[in-house]
T-cell receptor, first 114, second 112 residues
C-alpha cells in the first residue's frame, strides 16, 4: 500500500535561514507527490506537485521540492524562511488505485522565529 | 474564479444526531472527494463522487454517506454521530483526467 512518512513533528528555523521539511514515500509504481500547507483553522493550500519531469519542482510562495527516486524522498525546501511560513505542512501521495484519493502524511509543524 | 466552497464553517451537534455538510466544487471541476481531519492528524479519505455516484470509499463506516448533484456540488451526511466524529471535514475537487486538487477551508464539526 502507498504511504508517506514525515519523520519530524516539528521543525524550527530562524528567519532568513534555509528550511527543509522531510518526506519519504512508498509506492509500487511511479509516484504522484504533493505538498500542502495548512494555516490555523483553515483548509489545505496547494504548494506544489511532482508527476514527472525535472526532479526539482518549484511551487508557490518560493517553496520548492526535490524528488529523489533512489532515496524515495520528496523534501520541501525554501532558501530563506519567513515568519509567515510558520504553519502545518503535509506531504501526500496519490493512491495508485484512485486518482481522487490522496494519502497524507502526519504533518510537520514549521516554526520560524524572528 | 471561486475555489471550493464549504458550508457551514462550524457546527455543533449532539451525540446520536445526524449532520449534513455541503460543498460546491471549483468552477470547471466535476469530481468531489471528502476527507476527515482529526485534531493533530493528516486528512483521511472518506469517499469520492463522480457523475453523481460514489466511486471510491475509504475505511469509514456506513454512517458516512454522500451525494453529488447534477451541478457537481456534493453533500456529506453522517448519521448517529459519535464523539469521535468531531473533526475538520474537508472537501476537495478536481477535473477528471487532471491532478490539480483544490481543497475548501473545511467544516469544523464538534460532537458533544
Amino acid at each position: 500500500a502507498q504511504s508517506v512518512a514525515q519523520p519530524e513533528d516539528q521543525v524550527n528555523v530562524a528567519e532568513g535561514n534555509p528550511l527543509t521539511v522531510k518526506c519519504t514515500y512508498s509506492v509500487s509504481g511511479n509516484p504522484y507527490l504533493f505538498w500542502y500547507v495548512q494555516y490555523p483553522n483553515r483548509g489545505l493550500q496547494f504548494l506544489l506537485k511532482y508527476i514527472t519531469g525535472d526532479n526539482l519542482v518549484k511551487g508557490s510562495y518560493g517553496f520548492e521540492a526535490e524528488f529523489n527516486k533512489s532515496q524515495t524522498s520528496f523534501h520541501l525546501k525554501k532558501p530563506s524562511a519567513l515568519v509567515s511560513d510558520s504553519a502545518l505542512y503535509f506531504c501526500a501521495v496519490r493512491d495508485e488505485s484512485s486518482a481522487s484519493k490522496i494519502i497524507f502524511g502526519s504533518g510537520t509543524r514549521l516554526s520560524i522565529r524572528p | 474564479d471561486a475555489g471550493v466552497t464549504q458550508s457551514p464553517t462550524h457546527l455543533i451537534k449532539t451525540r446520536g444526531q445526524q449532520v449534513t455538510l455541503r460543498c460546491s466544487p471549483k468552477s470547471g471541476h466535476d469530481t468531489v472527494s471528502w476527507y476527515q481531519q482529526a485534531l493533530g492528524q493528516g486528512p483521511q479519505f472518506i469517499f469520492q463522487y463522480y457523475e453523481e455516484e460514489e466511486r471510491q470509499r475509504g475505511n469509514f463506516p456506513d454512517r458516512f454517506s454522500g451525494h453529488q448533484f447534477p451541478n457537481y456540488s456534493s453533500e456529506l451526511n453522517v448519521n448517529a454521530l459519535l464523539l469521535g466524529d468531531s473533526a475538520l471535514y474537508l472537501c476537495a475537487s478536481r477535473s477528471q483526467g487532471h491532478y490539480g486538487y483544490t481543497f475548501g477551508s473545511g467544516t469544523r464539526l464538534t460532537v458533544v
